[in-house]
């Protein structure tokens, strides 16, 4: 069955850094687009950043656009996020996502999620 | 950027009907996908493309998508049903997705 485990969370002071890791598992990581989603204490849900199957395309919300960064390495089925320059608006649990499978002409909704690594930026 | 907008909660008693909405200027033009949140747990996709329901989900799940609004349908609310709802579309002139606030389903 599909499995997603993130890991990497913990409490880092304001502008360190911090690499979460989503290590997948039961089913061909390199065919699917991945996500990071996030989850402020109490708040919704928000999208962080996507990157290809492949990882030539990435994207990234204007929120964490310049210092964070995703990644991903197929032949170890683990995806990443490189978070620099933290600040306590980034406190959040983080979650990875599959994006369901290539469709022509639109995109696929999240058919999987990881139950996330909490995320805490304080002094 | 584009805004989904969504009602903070909605109550219903258990075997009623509940409508959760989620708007955004010309929604009905856009792929709206639903997901349910239950407390301490990850989302899970429960209607996507408007009105498609994945595999293993209950026809009682439902959805509809025009003009400015989507609307996610849950008849025969059972008290399991009780999460957080989120609308979702890919919002192609920002090249990101976008959540909707989220609705708080209780069940009374």
């Known amino acids: 069955q599909v499995q997603l485990v993130e890991s990497g969370g913990g409490v880092v002071q304001p502008g360190r850094s911090l690499r979460l890791s989503c290590a997948a598992s039961?089913?061909?990581?390199?065919?699917?687009?991945m996500h990071w989603v996030r989850q402020a204490p109490g708040k919704g849900l928000e999208w962080v950043a996507v990157i290809w199957y492949d990882g030539r395309n990435k994207k990234y919300a204007d929120s964490v656009k310049g210092r964070f960064t995703i990644s991903r390495d197929n032949s170890k089925n683990t995806l990443y996020v490189q978070m620099n320059s933290l600040r306590a608006e980034d406190t959040a649990v983080y979650h990875c996502?599959?994006?369901?499978?290539?469709?022509?002409?639109?995109?696929?909704?999240?058919?999987?999620w990881g139950q996330g690594t909490l995320v805490t930026v304080s002094s | 950027s584009y805004v989904l907008t969504q009602p903070p909660s909605v109550s219903v008693a258990p075997g009623q009907t509940a409508r959760i909405i989620c708007g955004g200027n010309?929604?009905?033009?856009?792929?709206v996908h639903w997901y349910q949140q239950k407390p301490g747990q990850a989302p899970v996709l429960v209607v996507y493309d408007d009105s498609d329901r994945p595999s293993g989900i209950p026809e009682r799940f439902s959805g509809s998508n025009s003009g400015n609004t989507a609307t996610l349908t849950i008849s025969r609310v059972e008290a399991g049903d009780e999460a957080d709802y989120y609308c979702q579309v890919w919002d192609s002139s920002s090249d990101h997705w976008v959540f909707g606030g989220g609705t708080k389903l209780t069940v009374l």
């Open positions: 039961g089913f061909t990581f390199s065919s699917y687009g």
């Open positions: 010309n929604i009905g033009s856009k792929s």
């Open positions: 996502a599959r994006e369901g499978e290539l469709r022509l002409g639109k995109l696929s909704p999240f058919d999987y």
